[in-house]
């Protein structure tokens, strides 16, 4: 599977920007797709994942309420919807694709390559 995740820009705090992934291949339904972030200086971190049918979803307590993660498996694409966005939202997004049976927040199999999301005060 190969992911490539766009829609990262510049927004003011308390915006939106809804990212994008598109993935290839034929079996993109049957994986569980996450959302990752890497602020400048610290580690990789989960911020949302949703299982093959769009069904069950998980998210990040520091995004609960604000980000919505969906899926199109016709389209093979998944999208982080984020609202209310906060300064240290600013980071690296990272789509990414699991085999696991259930939604993790770990060991992803496969990943896109990020794109850059920043949040100005």
């Known amino acids: 599977v190969q992911l490539q995740a766009s829609g990262g820009g510049l927004v003011q705090a308390g915006g939106s920007l809804r990212l994008s992934c598109a993935a290839s291949?034929?079996?993109?339904?049957?994986?569980?797709m996450g959302w990752f972030r890497q602020a400048p200086g610290k580690e990789r971190e989960f911020v949302a994942a949703?299982?093959?049918?769009?069904?069950?979803?998980d998210y990040a307590d520091s995004v609960k309420g604000r980000f919505t993660i969906s899926r199109d498996n016709a389209k093979n694409t998944v999208y982080l919807q984020m609202n209310s966005l906060k300064p240290e939202d600013t980071a690296v997004y990272y789509c990414?694709?699991?085999?696991?049976?259930?939604?993790?927040?770990?060991?992803?199999?496969?990943w896109g390559q990020g794109t850059l999301v920043t949040v100005s005060s």
């Open positions: 990414a694709a699991d085999s696991h049976r259930y939604i993790r927040r770990y060991n992803y199999d496969y």
């Open positions: 949703i299982n093959w049918s769009g069904g069950s979803t």
């Open positions: 291949g034929r079996t993109f339904s049957m994986y569980i």
